[in-house]
């Protein structure tokens, strides 16, 4: 069974920087070069929410309260996503969870979610 492990997350300061990293652990490198894949995120009381995505042809799609300052990337030859984020506000507090859907599989994984606190 295919395993996402999340790692970056942590405590910043408003307008500062962190990177998340998403590795795929028990997947092959041509399921994961074929899923679509990104980052979710869930803010204590309300629901989880899409921050970026990566669709199998490559297209990027952003929340608009994130656009232009965070980045998503992946890597598949280290079954990889990242997400960059830069000029943190204090709204971008929450758990981040990365997200892969191999293509034409049921199954979508999730990783365990990584906590990410803007605070002065």
């Known amino acids: 069974q295919a395993q996402l492990v999340e790692s970056g997350g942590g405590l910043v300061q408003p307008g500062g920087s962190l990177r998340l990293s998403c590795k795929a652990q028990?997947?092959?490198?041509?399921?994961?070069?074929?899923?679509?894949m990104g980052w979710f995120r869930q803010a204590p009381g309300k629901e989880r929410e899409l921050v970026a995505f990566?669709?199998?042809?490559?297209?990027?799609s952003y929340s608009d309260s994130v656009k232009d300052r965070f980045t998503v990337s992946s890597d598949s030859s280290r079954k990889t996503v990242n997400l960059y984020m830069n000029n943190l506000k204090a709204e971008d507090t929450a758990v981040y969870f990365c997200?892969?859907?191999?293509?034409?599989?049921?199954?979508?994984?999730w990783g365990q979610g990584t906590q990410v606190t803007v605070s002065s």
């Open positions: 997200n892969v859907r191999p293509f034409g599989a049921s199954v979508n994984y």
């Open positions: 028990r997947m092959i490198t041509s399921t994961f070069s074929a899923s679509s």
């Open positions: 990566i669709e199998t042809n490559g297209d990027r």
